[in-house]
């Protein structure tokens, strides 16, 4: 069955960089492209971007576009995603999703606090 | 972007009553080469991640309860959940996925009256 499997909680100070893991299995790393999201708390969703696992290209959300990298690893079945510049807005749930056409699939979510 | 709007943004339901949720998208979802809408529903628990209830609009998924309904089409879509159960109060979201650049409604809080 698929599965992802997040890293863990991070606390990160204003102005740093974080860098979240998931790991995928239980189906073929490089057929689904990797899409990332964020959960402010006790708000809605946002579209961070995505990874096509196969080449690595990527696209992201406009507003994230220079502080957001999206990199995979496929000896390990992992995709990786870096946010720099941290602020405390960048305080939220991150989460990884994959399927066919649509996420089916999502990791178990990263708690990223940013605070001083 | 595709905007999405749901309403309303919370309701509340007497169990076994009917609730109605709606997510109106800013332009149509519908691939004309297929005649598929490209609209997810989630319901999603607090401490979890989203779970997909409803794919392509109105699919249910593997093990999603039949009082679970979707409907629609093009840019307006509507979750149906026909008896309101005390396990089904959750924040429920409509997504699009007709773009690669997903987005999500803003999400409608379900809770018992």
């Known amino acids: 069955q698929v599965q992802l499997v997040q890293s863990g909680a991070e606390v990160k100070k204003p102005g740093a960089s974080v860098k979240v893991s998931c790991k995928a299995s239980?189906?073929?790393?490089?057929?689904?492209?990797m899409h990332w999201m964020r959960q402010a708390p006790g708000q809605g969703l946002e579209w961070m971007g995505l990874?096509?696992?196969?080449?690595?290209?990527?696209n992201f959300a406009q507003k994230l576009q220079g502080r957001v990298t999206m990199t995979r690893d496929t000896s390990t079945s992992t995709v990786y995603m870096e946010l720099s510049s941290l602020t405390s807005e960048d305080t939220a749930v991150y989460y990884c999703?994959?399927?066919?056409?649509?996420?089916?699939?999502w990791g178990q979510g990263t708690l990223v606090t940013v605070s001083s | 972007d595709i905007v999405m709007t749901q309403s309303p943004d919370s309701l509340a339901v007497s169990l076994g009553e009917r609730a109605t949720i709606n997510c109106k998208s800013s332009?149509?979802?519908?691939?004309?080469?297929?005649?598929?809408?490209?609209l997810l529903w989630y319901q999603q628990k607090p401490g979890q991640p989203p779970k997909v209830l409803i794919s392509w609009a109105s699919t249910r998924e593997s093990g999603v309860p039949d009082r679970f309904t979707g409907s629609g089409s093009g840019t307006d879509f509507t979750l149906t959940i026909s008896s309101l159960q005390a396990e089904d109060v959750a924040v429920y979201y409509c997504q699009q996925y007709y773009s690669t650049s997903w987005t999500f409604g803003q999400g409608t809080k379900v809770e018992i009256k």
């Open positions: 999703a994959t399927g066919r056409d649509y996420g089916g699939y």
């Open positions: 332009q149509s979802v519908l691939y004309n080469y297929n005649n598929r809408n490209y």
């Open positions: 239980g189906y073929t790393f490089t057929s689904y492209y």
């Open positions: 990874i096509n696992p196969s080449g690595g290209s990527t």
